[in-house]
Nanobody, 123 residues
């Protein structure tokens, strides 16, 4: 499974961006998906997650400003980011847990990561 993020860029404080993550590959079913971010000089942290049923959870620091959604038919996840702040500056990564089933009798779960997309918010 390959995950590809897009939509990053540079914006002014208070601006908006929309990130997209598309999963591709063969014989897989996406279960949970999430957005993580890694600010400069800091550890990677969870931003938002969403289950296959669409239940979402958010880090306290982004509640009310960022919204995660997904289109399961297209294996796509989105992150709508509004009211952006300089502290949102980070590389944003897409994560997915998927079931791989090349044949019915053989399947397993695995975790996948995208390459990341840079988001820069200036004051």
């Amino acid at each position: 499974v390959q995950l590809e993020e897009s939509g990053g860029g540079s914006v002014q404080s208070g601006g908006s961006l929309r990130l997209t993550c598309v999963a591709s590959g063969r014989a897989f079913t996406i279960k949970n998906m999430a957005w993580y971010r890694q600010p400069p000089g800091k550890e990677r942290e969870l931003v938002a997650s969403i289950t296959s049923d669409g239940a979402a959870n958010y880090a306290d620091s982004v509640k009310g400003r960022l919204t995660v959604s997904r289109d399961s038919a297209r294996n796509t996840m989105y992150l709508q980011m509004n009211s952006l702040k300089p502290e949102d500056t980070a590389i944003y990564y897409c994560y997915a847990r998927a079931t791989i089933a090349p044949v019915v009798e053989r399947q397993w779960e695995a975790d996948f990561w995208g390459q990341g997309t840079q988001v820069t918010v200036s004051s």
